[in-house]
């Protein structure tokens, strides 16, 4: 199986490509355009449905011959979309039963894109056949290099309420819970009389008076997912079935989308590829991009990874339209590359005169190409061809974090103790106060193997049947450090009796009694200066030393931070919302305990990838510089970009990037 688009050859640089929206004598100058870019790989025909089969049954590819014939003899590749993302209005028109419903029972129509249930075999039917339509007329083009199924599956429609999908439910109920009585057991429905005594009685989570069943709101989001995937699936074989040797992908939204588990679509697909768009007014958003690419290059089992869309400047689709800084493109492009992506590509190569996506930004502004934009995509594009031998190399990461879609789901029901908790921004808060520290992290699943890493953290690990093999990896001598939320329920949803933190309870050598969540705006301090929001709980411990304890808030003198020794290791338990230094002085005593050492800091990205090159092992430190002022990294070897040898030191320039191969010294 190939696992990487054929013959693009180094980095990957380039966008979707959406020509239908222009007249032909435009493709000429996208060609020309594109080569003194140096693009070599566009995705094409992602929303082309109702242009490539008119009306039921007629497709009209002549158009599509055109553009992938222009783009061949310009030398770009092509990641052919098999167009399934929007249906034509002529098809939900005749099967409007196909389009999806909300949990209040509004049919949701056509006019926008996603319009179509998940459970739908009219959608599927149709889907299948214009892939495989497509994958027999291509099939042997020498521009295309892979496939690229709809797109974003579930972006906007990952939940769909309706009569087919209740269907659907039970069939996925009955495979997974096998009888009524497990399903009962399962979902407690003893509680609130929700017995169901047959299965036509169960339901999606439909508008209901009051707060859900929550083992019915977690089955029902494994139930979604797995319907996307199965979708997914059916044109994936299709096109094996016809074009065996190209490779097949699906661009992903980690990890700004919880709606699909990630973990279960990696296995399915032939490379991994995402989408990552950064929010303008976030002065973070570099540190967001880090998250992303290391949770991808977690999807991607540490092997190279493809960036499929992220944005050369301004995104519509936020509330302000913020530009991006000078050179923020190209550290952006190269932050990726550092943490594992074997090509970046934008959403769009040439920006829309009209349509929904007008004033997003592209490769070609509406401007041309006399631009900020476009230049910086000449240098980029440029620089890529000079640092192609990274091509195939992997990151070193020390420490581990557990990143768990369903506890994510888990946790974003209501009806929990607090509303101000958020999974994905506490995972969030962890990752960049080891961010912060200069430290690479690998995202691991639930399960992996953590023999590789020093230390490991399990920020909210909530929904958790066995704590085991975690107590057998810090008994080895692993370290790990525990934060509040983990451990509670078993994957059920049932609470795990006798005391929180439940599951890991014997690990961390601690019970604690009663949840005590603060209230709105409030902050409890720790008698270490630290300080805490959004949650504290009674702890006792049991066993475990204590590291600091509430100054005041509700629990004054209880434990709130602790550190366990079990077996040859250490496990660490976080029992309230740290912040700020608090945080990240936590964070960094964990690493100097695990022995890992700490990188640059001050904005200054640096992670290493390492491969060959003819044969000899090497390695690359790739540095990207966020701040306003020049930074000396120590190093020996060849900085690629500028060719120059730095023999002890390098300076990465303000705002700049440096890519440069180490000599062992
Ligand atoms: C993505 C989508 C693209 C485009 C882009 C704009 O979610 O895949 O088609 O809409 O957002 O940021």
Known sequence: MTIWPTRVRGLAWGADYNPEQWPEDVWDDDVALMRRAGVNLVSVAIFSWALLEVEEGRYEFGWLDRVLDRLHAGGIRVDLATATAAPPPWLTTAHPEMLPETADGVRLAHGSRQSYCPSSPVYRTKAVALARALAERYRDHPALSAWHVNNEYGCHVSRCYCDRCAVAFRAWLRARHGTLDVLNEAWGTAFWSQRYTSWDQVLPPRATPATHNPGQLLDFDRFSSDALLELYKAER??????????????????????????????????????????????????????????????????????????????????????AKLPGELRRNSYAHMARGADGTLFFQWRQSRAGAERYHSAMVPHAGPDTKVYREVEQVGAEYQRIAEVVGSTVDAPVAVVFDWESWWALGQSGHPTSDFSYSEHVFGYYRALWRAGVTVDFVPPGADLAPYRLVVLPALYAVDDATPYEEHVAAGGHVLVTYLSGVTDTRGHVHLGGYPGAFRELLGVRTEEFHPLRAGQTAALDDGSSAVVWTEHLHVDGAEVVASYADGPLPGVPAVTRNEHGAGVAWYAACGLVGDGLERLVRTALDGAGVPVGPGGGVEVVRRRGEVAGSAVSWLVAVNHSDSDAELPAVGVELLSGARASGSVVVPAGGVVVLREEEV
């Open 237 to 322: 074989d299709v096109l094996r079935e016809v074009t065996p040797d190209v490779p097949v992908t699906t661009n992903f939204m980690a990890a700004a989308f919880s709606g699909l588990d990630y973990w279960k679509w990696a296995a399915e697909v032939d490379f991994v590829s995402n989408d990552h768009y950064t929010f303008g007014e976030d002065p973070d958003r570099h540190v967001h991009l880090a998250y992303s690419a290391d949770l991808v290059r977690g999807l991607a089992g540490g092997r190279p990874w493809l960036l499929m869309e992220h944005s050369t400047s301004a995104v519509n689709w936020q509330p302000r339209n913020i």
